[in-house]
Each structure stands twice: as C-alpha cells, then as structure tokens.
C-alpha cells in the first residue's frame, strides 16, 4: 500500500522559513509529478508548487520567488522550502502524486497533510 507522509509544518513568525517534506513508502515502480497543494477553510484547494521527474517546476504565482520544491527520487522524497513566509501562507499543505505506477496500474495519493501556522 502506498502512502505519503508529510512532515516539517509548524508556526512561524512572518518572514520566517520552514521546509516542508514528504515521503512516500510502499511498493512503487515511477512517480512522474509529485506536487504540494493547500487548503484553508472555506477556499478552494490550491496548487502551490510541483515537480516531475525531470526537474521541471510549477509555481503559484502567490510564491514565486519565496517557495522552493525539490525530490530525492533515491529516497522518495519531496520537499517543499518555504522562505519570507506570509500570515496568507497559512494552511493546511498536503502533498499529492497524481501518477504513481504500482507495476499494475496509475494511481493518485493524497498525504494527510501538515498545517502551517504563520503569524504577523
């Protein structure tokens, strides 16, 4: 069974830094795109960054500049690097793979997600 666990969440003061991370066990085969959303209460869940497994990154416009997101494919790892944080920053993070190959089929994970606190 395959699950993503996410870890690093916490409060922190505006412009402060916290890395974000998420790892994924279980038998897997590929992870194309892994990628960090948020969801704060009564909005719409939003896509904050991604990553595939060529490097090539997405960003929300929102952290551009102030978010960074890498993986370690040899430990199945996804970080997300959050500097110059925001009190509009705060939110619940999870970490989602939309296409991860067990040998049998494409399946999406979602993490339980981490909750980031940032005060003014």
């Known amino acids: 069974q395959v699950q993503l666990v996410e870890s690093g969440g916490g409060p922190v003061q505006a412009g402060g830094s916290l890395r974000l991370s998420c790892a994924v066990s279980?038998?897997?085969?590929?992870?194309?795109?892994t990628g960090w959303h948020r969801q704060v209460p009564g909005k719409q869940r939003e896509l904050v960054a991604m990553i595939t497994s060529g490097g090539d990154t997405t960003y929300a416009d929102s952290v551009k500049g102030r978010f960074t997101i890498s993986r370690d494919d040899a430990k199945n790892t996804t970080f997300l690097q959050m500097n110059s944080l925001k009190p509009e920053d705060t939110a619940v993070y999870l970490c989602n793979a939309p296409d991860v190959y067990t040998g049998s089929y494409y399946w999406e994970f979602w993490g339980q997600g981490t909750r980031v606190t940032v005060s003014s």
């Open positions: 279980g038998t897997i085969f590929s992870i194309n795109v």
